[in-house]
């Protein structure tokens, strides 16, 4: 430094010193863009959206918003339905996936909207065929709710569980153990019994609730298979599938709604008890897809069979009803089931994790990597198919 000093002074020093915070501002730009470029592989691609949507919606996160909003919609809908008088389900539906598509709109001009995955992995038709069940499903739910009693309307729901685990089996080979189909056949029997007691025959409405259970399930099973296998996040399928599923909406309301929507009346009201039905329709909607990426189908049905027993158990904890002491034990042993399902899933979970680990780091060696190739994208493979 005394040489630097002796040829350029003081001046020389402002001059190091300068150089020396231009490479240190430098260093913190090209760090800078290296974060927001980590930023933009996490949000703006499918891969690094689908890990997001994992990481900040796990199973328990993902189910239990399905369960309230669930519980908050059921309160709308009668709302709606029973004091509003809005008698018009496929139309409320509609108006339900109206309202979703206008707000993800909103949200894709916010470019908030989640990367979706290229066009060659998911073909148009897997999408279609997603956007039409999901219409039958929604539409034929709410009319079979209007034409029949709950009773019925979950004894319908019953019969989806055995519907999902055999579709299951004929497309992809997923097998379910011994111990979970004891399990779900408890948890069956004691929603039955719970919901004995209001059980209310209707030829028009069985045939929508017999109807309806085949699309219920289909769309349970494209919806979970399409998140974990193609890396689509909610949001983002439910932008492409809603467009379908409004055409097929509007098509439906000739056939199931009764005449007269046009002279409904539709003051401050009634219609604020519509929006809020709508808006919580959009949240049951991005709910339900988010429980069936953290999880899978049967899953998600277990856990509406679980809001009904909560449901019937908190009414008569909480406001006095009486449902009857067999529709009480059924409800209890339904939960019991429920409990032993949850048990069995988080115990399969944990082991399937621990084998991954174990393969993951026999792996590691460069003999064991060449050696299993193979048995890698086997167990990748078999990984993708396994019932949780």
Not at 79 to 94: A, D, K, Y
Not at 152 to 177: G, H, N, R
Not at 302 to 311: A, H, P, Y
Not at 370 to 376: K, L
Request: hydrophobic share 50%.
């Amino acid at each position: 430094m005394g040489l630097i000093d002796s040829l350029f002074g003081k001046d020389g020093k402002k001059f190091i010193k300068f150089k020396r915070k231009e490479s240190d501002a430098g260093e913190a730009g090209r760090a800078l863009e290296e974060l927001r470029g980590a930023l933009y592989n996490e949000i703006r691609t499918s891969e690094g959206a689908k890990r997001q949507q994992q990481r900040f919606c796990g199973p328990f996160v993902a189910m239990a918003f399905n369960f309230f909003v669930a519980v908050g919609i059921i309160m709308a809908n009668k709302l709606v339905m029973g004091r509003v008088g809005f008698n018009f389900p496929i139309f409320l539906t509609l108006i339900h996936y109206v309202f979703a598509w206008i707000l993800l709109g909103v949200i894709k001009v916010f470019s908030l909207l989640p990367a979706s995955p290229p066009t060659k992995t998911t073909p148009f038709s897997s999408l279609f065929a997603l956007g039409t069940v999901m219409a039958f499903s929604s539409g034929l739910a709410n009319a079979s709710l209007k034409h029949n009693s709950v009773g019925f309307y979950q004894m319908a729901k019953i019969s989806v569980t055995p519907t999902i685990v055999l579709a299951e089996f004929i497309w992809y080979k997923k097998t379910i153990s011994f111990e979970k189909v004891i399990a779900l056949a408890v948890v069956s029997i004691g929603v039955a019994v719970a919901t004995v007691t209001d059980l209310e025959f209707n030829f028009f409405g069985a045939c929508i609730a017999i109807a309806w259970i085949i699309p219920s399930a289909t769309n349970k099973i494209l919806w979970s298979n399409m998140q974990h296998r193609h890396n689509w996040t909610a949001l983002a399928l439910m932008w492409k599938t809603t467009p379908t599923t409004i055409f097929f909406l509007l098509a439906l309301m000739p056939c199931l709604d009764p005449p007269g929507v046009l002279s409904f009346k539709w003051d401050v009201n009634n219609t604020s008890a519509i929006f809020i039905s709508a808006a919580l329709g959009f949240l049951l909607q991005l709910s339900g897809a988010l429980a069936l990426g953290a999880t899978s189908a049967v899953s998600h049905v277990v856990l509406g069979q679980f809001k009904t027993c909560v449901i019937l158990l908190a009414g008569y904890l909480l406001f006095g009803s009486d449902p009857g002491f067999i529709s009480i034990c059924g409800a209890v042993v339904a939960l019991g089931g429920m409990t032993v399902y949850t048990l069995l899933n988080m115990k399969m979970s944990s082991e399937s994790a621990s084998k991954l680990l174990s393969k993951s780091m026999s792996f590691s060696s460069p003999k064991a990597k060449v050696d299993g190739e193979d048995d890698a994208h086997k167990s990748d493979a078999n990984t993708g198919v396994a019932i949780v």
